[in-house]
Protein backbone atom coordinates (compact mmCIF):
# COMPACT_ATOMS: atom_id res chain seq x y z
CA UNK A 1 0.00 0.00 0.00
CA UNK A 2 1.44 3.25 -1.06
CA UNK A 3 0.99 6.11 2.34
CA UNK A 4 2.64 8.68 -0.20
CA UNK A 5 -1.12 10.59 0.18
CA UNK A 6 -1.20 10.21 3.85
CA UNK A 7 1.72 12.13 3.94
CA UNK A 8 0.53 14.87 2.37
CA UNK A 9 -2.12 15.08 5.25
CA UNK A 10 0.40 14.95 7.57
CA UNK A 11 0.58 18.64 8.90
CA UNK A 12 -3.47 18.30 8.66
CA UNK A 13 -4.09 15.15 10.78
CA UNK A 14 -1.10 13.73 13.61
CA UNK A 15 -2.98 11.05 14.53
CA UNK A 16 -3.31 9.13 11.29
CA UNK A 17 0.32 7.46 11.65
CA UNK A 18 -1.02 6.37 15.05
CA UNK A 19 -3.78 5.04 13.69
CA UNK A 20 -2.39 2.74 10.81
CA UNK A 21 -0.04 1.47 13.75
CA UNK A 22 -3.07 0.67 15.69
CA UNK A 23 -4.82 -1.01 13.08
CA UNK A 24 -1.81 -2.81 12.47
CA UNK A 25 -1.32 -4.45 15.85
CA UNK A 26 -5.06 -5.97 15.99
CA UNK A 27 -4.63 -7.36 12.82
CA UNK A 28 -1.88 -9.19 14.22
CA UNK A 29 0.53 -7.52 11.89
CA UNK A 30 4.27 -7.28 12.24
CA UNK A 31 6.04 -5.12 15.46
CA UNK A 32 7.19 -1.82 13.88
CA UNK A 33 11.07 -2.19 13.59
CA UNK A 34 13.13 0.75 15.35
CA UNK A 35 14.18 3.11 12.60
CA UNK A 36 16.94 2.31 10.85
CA UNK A 37 19.28 4.93 8.93
CA UNK A 38 19.01 3.34 5.86
CA UNK A 39 15.52 3.59 6.57
CA UNK A 40 13.29 5.54 3.12
CA UNK A 41 13.24 9.52 4.09
CA UNK A 42 10.33 11.31 4.22
CA UNK A 43 10.44 12.15 0.44
CA UNK A 44 10.87 8.46 -0.36
CA UNK A 45 7.87 6.86 -1.13
CA UNK A 46 6.99 3.83 1.70
CA UNK A 47 5.46 0.77 0.50
CA UNK A 48 3.64 -1.57 3.72
CA UNK A 49 3.28 -4.91 2.93
CA UNK A 50 -0.11 -6.24 2.55
CA UNK A 51 -0.65 -7.52 5.90
CA UNK A 52 -0.14 -4.19 7.29
CA UNK A 53 -3.03 -2.90 5.38
CA UNK A 54 -5.62 -1.38 7.17
CA UNK A 55 -8.47 -3.67 7.49
CA UNK A 56 -12.07 -2.52 5.99
CA UNK A 57 -14.47 0.10 8.30
CA UNK A 58 -17.61 -2.33 9.36
CA UNK A 59 -20.71 -1.48 7.82
CA UNK A 60 -22.64 1.44 9.28
CA UNK A 61 -25.52 0.52 11.77
CA UNK A 62 -28.89 0.62 10.33
CA UNK A 63 -30.68 3.71 10.69
CA UNK A 64 -34.45 4.72 10.26
CA UNK A 65 -35.95 8.95 10.33
CA UNK A 66 -39.26 10.27 9.07
CA UNK A 67 -37.27 13.51 7.40
CA UNK A 68 -35.00 10.53 5.35
CA UNK A 69 -38.54 10.21 3.43
CA UNK A 70 -38.37 11.68 0.26
CA UNK A 71 -39.99 15.30 -0.52
CA UNK A 72 -43.15 14.38 -1.92
CA UNK A 73 -43.62 15.42 -5.59
CA UNK A 74 -45.05 18.29 -7.71
CA UNK A 75 -48.53 18.10 -8.53
CA UNK A 76 -47.85 18.67 -11.87
CA UNK A 77 -44.19 17.57 -13.92
CA UNK A 78 -42.86 18.47 -17.16
CA UNK A 79 -42.02 15.36 -19.48
CA UNK A 80 -39.42 17.65 -21.82
CA UNK A 81 -38.61 21.22 -23.41
CA UNK A 82 -41.43 20.99 -25.96
CA UNK A 83 -44.06 20.69 -22.48
CA UNK A 84 -42.27 23.58 -21.33
CA UNK A 85 -42.32 25.94 -24.39
CA UNK A 86 -45.52 25.18 -25.14
CA UNK A 87 -46.79 25.73 -21.76
CA UNK A 88 -45.19 29.11 -21.58
CA UNK A 89 -46.27 30.42 -25.27
CA UNK A 90 -50.07 29.12 -24.37
CA UNK A 91 -50.48 30.97 -20.26
CA UNK A 92 -47.48 33.42 -19.79
CA UNK A 93 -49.53 36.98 -19.30
CA UNK A 94 -45.90 38.84 -20.57
CA UNK A 95 -45.89 37.38 -23.80
CA UNK A 96 -49.79 37.50 -23.71
CA UNK A 97 -49.46 41.55 -23.34
CA UNK A 98 -47.01 41.87 -25.72
CA UNK A 99 -49.35 40.58 -28.14
CA UNK A 100 -52.19 42.41 -27.28
CA UNK A 101 -49.77 45.67 -27.72
CA UNK A 102 -49.44 44.43 -31.24
CA UNK A 103 -52.92 44.23 -32.01
CA UNK A 104 -53.61 47.79 -30.59
CA UNK A 105 -50.58 49.26 -32.82
CA UNK A 106 -52.44 47.79 -35.72
CA UNK A 107 -56.17 49.28 -34.26
CA UNK A 108 -54.16 52.36 -34.41
CA UNK A 109 -53.21 51.97 -37.78
CA UNK A 110 -56.57 51.13 -39.37
CA UNK A 111 -57.32 54.60 -37.38
CA UNK A 112 -55.24 56.27 -39.09
CA UNK A 113 -56.70 54.81 -42.26
CA UNK A 114 -59.88 55.66 -41.94
CA UNK A 115 -59.13 59.57 -41.94
CA UNK A 116 -58.52 59.23 -46.08
CA UNK A 117 -61.45 56.88 -46.77
CA UNK A 118 -64.88 57.89 -47.45
CA UNK A 119 -67.04 59.03 -44.45
CA UNK A 120 -70.98 58.84 -44.52
CA UNK A 121 -73.30 59.79 -42.10
CA UNK A 122 -76.63 60.42 -41.73
CA UNK A 123 -79.32 62.27 -39.59
CA UNK A 124 -82.88 62.24 -38.98
CA UNK A 125 -84.65 64.88 -36.90
CA UNK A 126 -88.33 65.24 -35.66
CA UNK A 127 -89.11 68.74 -33.83
CA UNK A 128 -92.15 69.39 -32.08
CA UNK A 129 -92.98 72.90 -30.92
CA UNK A 130 -94.30 73.97 -27.77
CA UNK A 131 -94.83 77.53 -27.91
CA UNK A 132 -96.81 78.53 -31.62
CA UNK A 133 -98.76 80.80 -32.78
CA UNK A 134 -102.02 80.41 -35.07
CA UNK A 135 -101.92 82.89 -38.16
CA UNK A 136 -105.46 83.27 -40.29
CA UNK A 137 -104.28 84.02 -43.96
CA UNK A 138 -107.34 84.62 -46.61
CA UNK A 139 -107.53 82.96 -49.17
CA UNK A 140 -109.20 83.27 -52.78
CA UNK A 141 -112.39 84.89 -53.32
CA UNK A 142 -114.85 82.38 -52.12
CA UNK A 143 -112.63 79.76 -50.16
CA UNK A 144 -112.28 79.84 -46.38
CA UNK A 145 -109.41 81.34 -44.99
CA UNK A 146 -106.33 78.86 -44.05
CA UNK A 147 -104.69 79.31 -40.37
CA UNK A 148 -101.01 78.66 -40.72
CA UNK A 149 -99.37 77.67 -37.19
CA UNK A 150 -96.03 79.33 -36.41
CA UNK A 151 -93.30 77.86 -36.07
CA UNK A 152 -94.03 74.65 -37.76
CA UNK A 153 -93.93 71.39 -35.95
CA UNK A 154 -94.23 68.15 -36.05
CA UNK A 155 -92.26 67.52 -38.84
CA UNK A 156 -89.61 65.44 -40.03
CA UNK A 157 -85.30 66.33 -41.52
CA UNK A 158 -83.20 63.66 -42.96
CA UNK A 159 -80.12 64.12 -44.30
CA UNK A 160 -77.22 61.97 -45.57
CA UNK A 161 -73.42 63.79 -46.12
CA UNK A 162 -70.75 61.83 -47.89
CA UNK A 163 -67.07 62.82 -47.22
CA UNK A 164 -63.43 62.40 -49.31
CA UNK A 165 -60.36 63.42 -47.91
CA UNK A 166 -58.74 64.65 -50.86
CA UNK A 167 -55.62 66.30 -49.66
CA UNK A 168 -54.61 65.60 -45.81
CA UNK A 169 -50.83 64.91 -45.74
CA UNK A 170 -50.85 64.25 -41.82
CA UNK A 171 -53.47 61.49 -42.53
CA UNK A 172 -51.53 59.48 -44.90
CA UNK A 173 -47.95 60.15 -43.27
CA UNK A 174 -50.31 58.75 -39.77
CA UNK A 175 -50.99 55.62 -41.70
CA UNK A 176 -47.12 54.85 -42.18
CA UNK A 177 -46.15 55.86 -38.68
CA UNK A 178 -48.98 53.03 -37.67
CA UNK A 179 -47.41 50.25 -39.70
CA UNK A 180 -43.96 51.23 -38.21
CA UNK A 181 -45.05 50.87 -34.75
CA UNK A 182 -46.99 47.40 -35.66
CA UNK A 183 -43.29 46.52 -36.57
CA UNK A 184 -41.77 47.90 -32.63
CA UNK A 185 -44.49 46.46 -31.14
CA UNK A 186 -43.67 42.54 -32.84
CA UNK A 187 -39.92 43.11 -31.84
CA UNK A 188 -41.48 43.48 -28.58
CA UNK A 189 -43.01 40.45 -28.39
CA UNK A 190 -39.62 38.76 -30.04
CA UNK A 191 -38.28 39.98 -26.79
CA UNK A 192 -40.88 39.06 -24.38
CA UNK A 193 -40.26 35.28 -25.84
CA UNK A 194 -36.70 35.12 -25.71
CA UNK A 195 -37.09 36.37 -22.03
CA UNK A 196 -39.97 34.04 -20.97
CA UNK A 197 -37.73 31.08 -22.89
CA UNK A 198 -34.51 31.83 -20.57
CA UNK A 199 -36.27 32.14 -17.58
CA UNK A 200 -38.35 28.93 -18.26
CA UNK A 201 -34.95 27.26 -19.00
CA UNK A 202 -33.34 28.49 -15.74
CA UNK A 203 -36.06 27.41 -13.08
CA UNK A 204 -36.12 24.24 -14.72
CA UNK A 205 -32.32 24.06 -14.12
CA UNK A 206 -33.13 25.73 -10.45
CA UNK A 207 -35.78 23.11 -9.78
CA UNK A 208 -32.87 20.02 -10.83
CA UNK A 209 -30.30 22.10 -8.72
CA UNK A 210 -32.63 22.19 -5.58
CA UNK A 211 -33.56 18.75 -5.82
CA UNK A 212 -30.27 17.55 -5.82
CA UNK A 213 -29.73 19.56 -2.79
CA UNK A 214 -32.36 17.95 -1.12
CA UNK A 215 -30.90 14.98 -2.00
CA UNK A 216 -27.70 15.13 -0.41
CA UNK A 217 -29.22 16.68 2.41
CA UNK A 218 -31.02 13.72 3.03
CA UNK A 219 -28.08 11.78 2.46
CA UNK A 220 -25.93 13.88 5.18
CA UNK A 221 -28.84 13.06 7.81
CA UNK A 222 -28.05 9.29 7.25
CA UNK A 223 -24.81 9.89 7.61
CA UNK A 224 -25.03 11.71 10.45
CA UNK A 225 -27.54 9.09 12.24
CA UNK A 226 -25.30 6.59 11.60
CA UNK A 227 -22.29 8.41 13.34
CA UNK A 228 -24.28 9.03 15.92
CA UNK A 229 -25.49 5.85 16.41
CA UNK A 230 -21.66 4.90 16.13
CA UNK A 231 -21.11 7.05 19.18
CA UNK A 232 -23.51 5.98 21.65
CA UNK A 233 -22.29 2.44 20.87
CA UNK A 234 -19.12 3.26 21.93
CA UNK A 235 -20.14 5.51 25.04
CA UNK A 236 -21.83 2.21 25.76
CA UNK A 237 -18.97 -0.24 26.08
CA UNK A 238 -16.87 2.81 27.67
CA UNK A 239 -15.06 4.28 25.43
CA UNK A 240 -17.00 7.50 24.70
CA UNK A 241 -18.22 10.35 26.69
CA UNK A 242 -21.53 12.23 27.31
CA UNK A 243 -19.96 15.20 25.32
CA UNK A 244 -19.41 12.89 22.33
CA UNK A 245 -23.42 11.98 21.83
CA UNK A 246 -23.97 15.42 22.77
CA UNK A 247 -21.97 17.00 19.67
CA UNK A 248 -23.30 13.78 17.61
CA UNK A 249 -26.75 15.05 18.46
CA UNK A 250 -25.79 19.11 17.56
CA UNK A 251 -24.66 17.27 14.18
CA UNK A 252 -28.03 15.13 13.59
CA UNK A 253 -30.07 18.91 14.67
CA UNK A 254 -28.23 20.62 12.19
CA UNK A 255 -28.70 17.91 8.93
CA UNK A 256 -32.34 18.18 9.88
CA UNK A 257 -32.12 22.20 9.27
CA UNK A 258 -30.58 21.79 6.46
CA UNK A 259 -33.24 19.17 5.24
CA UNK A 260 -35.95 21.87 6.45
CA UNK A 261 -34.34 24.98 4.44
CA UNK A 262 -34.01 22.71 1.37
CA UNK A 263 -37.14 21.44 0.96
CA UNK A 264 -38.89 24.62 1.30
CA UNK A 265 -36.54 26.02 -1.53
CA UNK A 266 -37.57 23.02 -3.19
CA UNK A 267 -41.18 23.96 -3.35
CA UNK A 268 -40.56 28.00 -4.09
CA UNK A 269 -38.32 26.71 -7.32
CA UNK A 270 -41.19 24.59 -8.83
CA UNK A 271 -43.54 27.14 -7.73
CA UNK A 272 -41.40 29.72 -9.70
CA UNK A 273 -41.29 27.09 -12.40
CA UNK A 274 -45.42 27.25 -12.53
CA UNK A 275 -45.32 30.81 -12.97
CA UNK A 276 -43.04 30.68 -15.42
CA UNK A 277 -45.14 28.23 -17.85
CA UNK A 278 -47.84 30.10 -16.31
CA UNK A 279 -49.18 27.70 -13.68
CA UNK A 280 -50.18 29.15 -9.90
CA UNK A 281 -49.15 25.67 -8.64
CA UNK A 282 -45.97 23.56 -8.28
CA UNK A 283 -44.11 22.51 -11.18
CA UNK A 284 -41.62 19.96 -10.95
CA UNK A 285 -38.85 18.23 -13.71
CA UNK A 286 -39.17 14.37 -15.02
CA UNK A 287 -36.05 12.85 -14.03
CA UNK A 288 -35.45 11.76 -17.83
CA UNK A 289 -35.37 15.25 -18.87
CA UNK A 290 -31.30 15.99 -19.30
CA UNK A 291 -29.72 19.37 -18.51
CA UNK A 292 -27.31 19.41 -21.77
CA UNK A 293 -30.36 18.20 -24.29
CA UNK A 294 -32.41 21.33 -23.15
CA UNK A 295 -29.77 23.49 -23.92
CA UNK A 296 -29.34 22.66 -27.12
CA UNK A 297 -33.14 22.14 -27.99
CA UNK A 298 -33.17 25.51 -26.07
CA UNK A 299 -30.85 27.04 -28.90
CA UNK A 300 -32.95 25.25 -31.62
CA UNK A 301 -35.90 27.23 -29.98
CA UNK A 302 -34.01 30.52 -29.94
CA UNK A 303 -31.04 30.77 -32.86
CA UNK A 304 -28.06 32.70 -32.24
CA UNK A 305 -27.57 35.79 -33.54
CA UNK A 306 -24.46 37.71 -35.22
CA UNK A 307 -24.34 40.87 -34.55
CA UNK A 308 -25.87 42.47 -30.80
CA UNK A 309 -28.24 44.93 -33.46
CA UNK A 310 -30.30 42.12 -34.25
CA UNK A 311 -31.03 41.11 -30.78
CA UNK A 312 -35.31 41.67 -30.55
CA UNK A 313 -35.04 44.39 -27.42
CA UNK A 314 -32.37 46.52 -29.67
CA UNK A 315 -34.07 46.68 -32.72
CA UNK A 316 -37.70 47.03 -31.19
CA UNK A 317 -35.37 50.14 -29.19
CA UNK A 318 -34.77 51.32 -32.74
CA UNK A 319 -37.63 51.15 -34.04
CA UNK A 320 -39.69 52.74 -31.46
CA UNK A 321 -37.03 55.72 -32.42
CA UNK A 322 -38.19 55.90 -35.76
CA UNK A 323 -41.71 55.88 -34.65
CA UNK A 324 -40.59 58.79 -32.45
CA UNK A 325 -39.29 60.60 -35.03
CA UNK A 326 -42.27 60.07 -37.38
CA UNK A 327 -44.76 61.57 -34.37
CA UNK A 328 -42.61 64.71 -34.90
CA UNK A 329 -43.52 64.48 -38.35
CA UNK A 330 -46.96 63.91 -37.68
CA UNK A 331 -47.29 66.91 -35.13
CA UNK A 332 -45.61 69.47 -37.95
CA UNK A 333 -48.21 68.21 -40.67
CA UNK A 334 -51.06 69.12 -38.60
CA UNK A 335 -50.07 72.86 -39.35
CA UNK A 336 -50.94 72.19 -42.86
CA UNK A 337 -54.79 72.69 -44.62
CA UNK A 338 -56.71 69.83 -45.71
CA UNK A 339 -59.25 70.10 -48.51
CA UNK A 340 -61.94 67.69 -48.77
CA UNK A 341 -65.18 66.52 -51.02
CA UNK A 342 -68.55 66.41 -49.51
CA UNK A 343 -71.73 65.91 -50.62
CA UNK A 344 -75.20 66.32 -49.18
CA UNK A 345 -78.87 65.03 -49.83
CA UNK A 346 -81.41 65.94 -47.45
CA UNK A 347 -85.37 66.00 -47.07
CA UNK A 348 -87.84 67.83 -44.99
CA UNK A 349 -91.40 67.06 -44.74
CA UNK A 350 -92.04 70.54 -43.69
CA UNK A 351 -94.04 73.65 -45.39
CA UNK A 352 -91.74 75.50 -47.18
CA UNK A 353 -93.52 76.92 -49.97
CA UNK A 354 -94.40 76.02 -53.42
CA UNK A 355 -91.46 77.51 -54.91
CA UNK A 356 -88.59 75.60 -52.92
CA UNK A 357 -88.34 71.73 -53.63
CA UNK A 358 -88.33 69.79 -50.00
CA UNK A 359 -85.57 67.18 -51.21
CA UNK A 360 -81.98 68.95 -51.92
CA UNK A 361 -78.75 67.59 -53.04
CA UNK A 362 -75.12 69.29 -53.50
CA UNK A 363 -71.56 68.88 -53.82
CA UNK A 364 -69.28 71.06 -52.43
CA UNK A 365 -65.14 71.29 -51.94
CA UNK A 366 -64.40 71.92 -47.82
CA UNK A 367 -60.84 73.75 -47.64
CA UNK A 368 -59.79 73.73 -44.23
CA UNK A 369 -57.24 76.25 -42.82
CA UNK A 370 -55.98 75.89 -39.52
CA UNK A 371 -55.25 79.25 -38.19
CA UNK A 372 -55.43 79.47 -34.21
CA UNK A 373 -56.75 76.65 -31.94
CA UNK A 374 -55.27 77.94 -28.63
CA UNK A 375 -51.54 76.36 -28.88
CA UNK A 376 -52.49 72.86 -28.80
CA UNK A 377 -50.20 71.85 -31.90
CA UNK A 378 -47.84 74.13 -30.61
CA UNK A 379 -47.48 71.99 -26.87
CA UNK A 380 -48.33 68.39 -28.56
CA UNK A 381 -45.17 69.31 -31.31
CA UNK A 382 -42.99 69.87 -27.87
CA UNK A 383 -44.16 66.46 -26.59
CA UNK A 384 -43.26 64.55 -29.20
CA UNK A 385 -39.67 66.53 -30.04
CA UNK A 386 -38.99 65.43 -25.98
CA UNK A 387 -40.26 61.87 -26.80
CA UNK A 388 -37.88 61.47 -29.74
CA UNK A 389 -35.25 62.60 -27.69
CA UNK A 390 -36.05 59.80 -25.09
CA UNK A 391 -35.99 57.18 -27.61
CA UNK A 392 -33.27 57.92 -28.95
CA UNK A 393 -31.38 58.39 -25.37
CA UNK A 394 -33.10 54.53 -24.70
CA UNK A 395 -31.94 52.89 -28.13
CA UNK A 396 -28.59 53.68 -26.50
CA UNK A 397 -29.06 52.67 -23.14
CA UNK A 398 -30.52 49.60 -24.38
CA UNK A 399 -27.11 49.09 -26.39
CA UNK A 400 -24.82 49.47 -23.51
CA UNK A 401 -26.31 47.41 -20.94
CA UNK A 402 -27.11 44.46 -23.87
CA UNK A 403 -23.18 44.69 -24.80
CA UNK A 404 -21.81 44.81 -20.80
CA UNK A 405 -24.77 41.82 -20.30
CA UNK A 406 -23.70 39.63 -23.57
CA UNK A 407 -19.41 40.22 -21.92
CA UNK A 408 -20.80 39.38 -18.52
CA UNK A 409 -22.56 36.01 -19.82
CA UNK A 410 -19.35 34.77 -21.85
CA UNK A 411 -17.39 35.49 -19.14
CA UNK A 412 -20.08 33.67 -16.34
CA UNK A 413 -19.22 30.65 -17.95
CA UNK A 414 -15.82 30.59 -17.55
CA UNK A 415 -16.05 31.85 -14.22
CA UNK A 416 -18.54 29.17 -13.33
CA UNK A 417 -16.46 26.13 -14.77
CA UNK A 418 -13.51 27.40 -12.75
CA UNK A 419 -15.87 27.99 -9.47
CA UNK A 420 -16.62 23.89 -10.28
CA UNK A 421 -13.17 22.66 -10.30
CA UNK A 422 -12.59 24.34 -7.04
CA UNK A 423 -15.32 23.06 -6.05
CA UNK A 424 -14.64 19.53 -7.15
CA UNK A 425 -11.26 19.67 -5.05
CA UNK A 426 -12.82 20.49 -2.29
CA UNK A 427 -15.16 18.07 -2.34
CA UNK A 428 -12.36 15.46 -2.93
CA UNK A 429 -10.59 16.92 0.09
CA UNK A 430 -13.35 16.94 2.45
CA UNK A 431 -14.01 13.46 1.47
CA UNK A 432 -10.74 12.29 2.67
CA UNK A 433 -10.84 13.99 5.54
CA UNK A 434 -14.27 12.63 6.18
CA UNK A 435 -13.02 9.20 5.97
CA UNK A 436 -9.29 9.48 8.16
CA UNK A 437 -11.37 11.10 10.58
CA UNK A 438 -13.89 8.63 10.96
CA UNK A 439 -11.36 5.89 10.75
CA UNK A 440 -9.27 7.53 12.93
CA UNK A 441 -12.19 7.59 15.61
CA UNK A 442 -12.78 4.41 15.35
CA UNK A 443 -9.75 3.81 16.19
CA UNK A 444 -9.88 5.75 19.76
CA UNK A 445 -7.21 8.31 18.04
CA UNK A 446 -9.91 11.60 17.21
CA UNK A 447 -12.38 13.02 19.03
CA UNK A 448 -15.77 13.87 18.56
CA UNK A 449 -15.19 17.18 17.33
CA UNK A 450 -13.28 16.80 14.81
CA UNK A 451 -15.78 14.08 13.76
CA UNK A 452 -18.88 16.64 13.67
CA UNK A 453 -16.53 19.88 11.84
CA UNK A 454 -15.29 16.79 9.23
CA UNK A 455 -18.93 15.46 8.47
CA UNK A 456 -20.52 19.14 8.44
CA UNK A 457 -17.61 19.98 5.56
CA UNK A 458 -18.14 17.52 3.49
CA UNK A 459 -21.82 17.63 3.37
CA UNK A 460 -21.67 21.61 2.37
CA UNK A 461 -18.68 20.66 -0.16
CA UNK A 462 -21.18 18.32 -1.39
CA UNK A 463 -23.84 20.58 -1.88
CA UNK A 464 -21.35 23.60 -3.38
CA UNK A 465 -20.43 20.90 -5.84
CA UNK A 466 -23.83 20.48 -6.78
CA UNK A 467 -24.30 24.06 -6.80
CA UNK A 468 -21.48 24.51 -9.17
CA UNK A 469 -22.42 21.69 -11.48
CA UNK A 470 -25.65 23.31 -11.63
CA UNK A 471 -24.66 26.87 -11.88
CA UNK A 472 -22.50 26.06 -15.20
CA UNK A 473 -25.93 25.15 -17.11
CA UNK A 474 -27.10 28.14 -15.58
CA UNK A 475 -24.42 30.14 -17.24
CA UNK A 476 -24.30 28.51 -20.69
CA UNK A 477 -28.23 29.39 -21.18
CA UNK A 478 -27.75 33.11 -20.25
CA UNK A 479 -24.84 32.85 -22.77
CA UNK A 480 -26.88 31.68 -25.17
CA UNK A 481 -29.83 34.01 -25.04
CA UNK A 482 -27.98 36.79 -24.45
CA UNK A 483 -27.11 36.79 -28.10
CA UNK A 484 -30.16 34.82 -29.54
CA UNK A 485 -33.58 35.60 -31.29
CA UNK A 486 -36.90 33.94 -30.66
CA UNK A 487 -39.77 33.52 -33.75
CA UNK A 488 -42.42 35.64 -32.62
CA UNK A 489 -44.87 34.07 -35.36
CA UNK A 490 -46.82 31.00 -33.04
CA UNK A 491 -47.02 33.98 -30.65
CA UNK A 492 -48.83 36.26 -32.37
CA UNK A 493 -50.81 34.14 -33.96
CA UNK A 494 -52.69 32.62 -31.08
Avoid at 119 to 132: D, E, M, R
Avoid at 157 to 163: A, E, H, K, P
Avoid at 227 to 248: F, I, N, P
Avoid at 400 to 421: F, H, M, N, P, Y
Amino acid sequence: MDLKPVRRTWSLSLPVLALATAFATRAGAQQVKPLDPAAPTATTPVRVPAAEALPPAPPPPPVDDPMLVVPLPATRELASWGDAVTLSRARSTDLATAVAEVRRAEAQTRTALAAVLPQLAGSVSYPHQFITKDTSILGAPGDPPRTITSPQSDYVNGSVVLTQSLINLQAWHSIKTGKENEKAQRLSVEDSQRIVTLTVATAIVAVVAAERVAELNRIGLRSALERRELTARKRMLGVGTGLDVLRADQDVSASRAAIVSGDEALRKVREALGLAVGLPEQVGVARAINLDAITAEAERTCPRIKDLGERADIAAAQQRAVVAERNVANVERSFLPTLAAQSTLASTTAQIGSGTPRTTWNVSAVLSIPIWDGGTRYGALRSARALREEATLQVESARRGATVGVEQARRSISVAEAALDVAREARKLASGVDQLTQTAYRAGQGTSLELVIAASALRQAEVELALREFEVVRARLEALFSLARCDSASSTAQ
